[in-house]
């Protein structure tokens, strides 16, 4: 197949990247078949670069694409902006290199309806703002973690993270149960949580949990669950994290508690 068929049929890239791409390189005494080699390399190297900001179904097309070794990377292929009097968003959307498309399929769908709630407030007359950014916040030998992080500014300010936690060997997204996979493990947990929580109490009367409360108070803390979200620290330790409001007054924001995986019978991973 010839450099140009090859490239079409993976992206339809625009000729002038191709053409920067297939660029010959300076002839040092090597055959002509060596050099078409090295530019058709070139070229596919530059899309691997080009695609993941283009758009999610092209991004997407990139996990078919033959991959040496196996890293993970997230990168920006999806920006949005807008501002006017009353009026702000910023959006940065990752892609992450070799996560199972499920994962970047979920993150594409949540970023889209965070773009779509901000339009429709948009178009009343009260103020709306919105601001979606990623980090990596861990990655260790075995998961990589990413965080999606929502901002979302009314009358009042509302914080929230979705958490991608991947495995390295398959690519695919693993949830809480995968290190909390008995009951024991998820009630020695709990009582981690329950702990944590009541030492900053003590320690600083701003701190407050919901955790004691009256017994007819539904927002007392229980227990984490399948879609509770956290992120791997190390190789020892757990990130349980909760969104604003969920397990403690707004004020307090995100709340975050680390888990011993030692403690709680599961040791290293």
């Not at 049929?9 to 390189?25: F, K, L, N, Q, Y």
């Not at 701190?207 to 620290?233: H, P």
């Not at 757990?238 to 403690?263: K, N, T």
Request: hydrophobic content about 40%; proline content about 2%; aromatic content about 12%.
């Amino acid at each position: 197949m010839k450099k140009m068929e090859l490239l079409e049929g993976i992206g339809e890239m625009d000729e002038a990247w191709i053409a920067e791409a297939a660029r010959p390189v300076k002839r040092i005494g090597m055959k002509r078949h060596l050099l078409r080699v090295a530019a058709a390399m070139a070229a596919v190297l530059a899309i691997s670069v080009i695609i993941p900001n283009l758009n999610a179904e092209a991004a997407y097309a990139t996990q078919r694409l033959p991959v040496v070794g196996s890293f993970f990377k997230a990168v920006t292929f999806r920006q949005y902006s807008y501002y006017d009097a009353k009026h702000e968003a910023n959006v940065e959307q990752p892609f992450i290199e070799n996560a199972d498309e499920a994962v970047n399929k979920d993150i594409d769908q949540a970023v889209t309806r965070a773009i779509d709630d901000f339009k429709q407030a948009a178009a009343g007359d009260g103020y709306a703002g919105m601001n979606v950014d990623y980090e990596v916040v861990s990655e260790t030998e075995q998961y990589y973690c990413l965080r999606l992080a929502f901002e979302e500014t009314a009358a009042d300010g509302y914080e929230y993270s979705s958490y991608y936690v991947l495995d390295k060997k398959s690519g695919q997204q693993v949830d809480l149960m995968t290190f909390l996979d008995t009951d024991d493990k998820v009630q020695a947990a709990n009582e981690a949580i329950v702990r944590q929580m009541k030492d900053e109490m003590a320690a600083d009367d701003s701190r407050s949990y919901f955790v004691d409360d009256a017994d007819d108070f539904e927002g007392n803390f229980t227990t984490v669950t399948k879609e509770t979200q956290f992120y791997v620290k190390d190789a020892r330790t757990i990130v349980v994290c909760f969104a604003e409001g969920e397990v403690a007054p707004y004020y307090m924001g995100e709340c975050r508690f680390e888990i011993s995986l030692d403690a709680v019978g599961k040791g290293h991973l």
